[in-house]
Nanobody, 126 residues
């Protein structure tokens, strides 16, 4: 059964760092763009970051640019999100996603993803 499983979330203070991981099983993600989304309480799910199949073209939403870094290890079938200088506004459930296409643009413009993870909670206290 194909699935994405996130880990690494937790409760931290403002200014701290966290590293999220997303491990794919039952499928190879090496030819697909992948990304991170988040959903805060009472808000719609929003795009955070994306990366192409080769890991050479990351893209970020403005609010995390310069603080978050997306990366991937295709040999390990794993996606990462390094989050630094965390803010209370970053509090949300973070989801990883696998696009049907291979480019960053494919993911950002896609109406639907091929696969979603179950989410991991990130809480940043002030």
């Amino acid at each position: 059964q194909a699935q994405l499983v996130e880990s690494g979330g937790g409760l931290v203070q403002a200014g701290d760092s966290l590293r999220l991981s997303c491990k794919a099983s039952g499928l190879s993600v090496s030819n697909h763009a992948m990304g991170w989304f988040r959903q805060a309480p009472g808000k719609e799910r929003e795009f955070v970051a994306a990366i192409n199949w080769a890991g050479t073209a990351p893209y970020y939403t403005d609010s995390v640019q310069g603080r978050f870094t997306i990366s991937r290890d295709n040999a390990q079938n794993t996606l990462y999100l390094q989050m630094n200088s965390l803010k209370p506004a970053d509090t949300a459930v973070y989801y990883c996603a696998c696009a049907r296409g291979s480019s960053t643009t494919d993911l950002v413009q896609a109406r639907e993803m091929a696969y979603w993870g179950q989410g991991t909670q990130v809480t940043v206290s002030s």
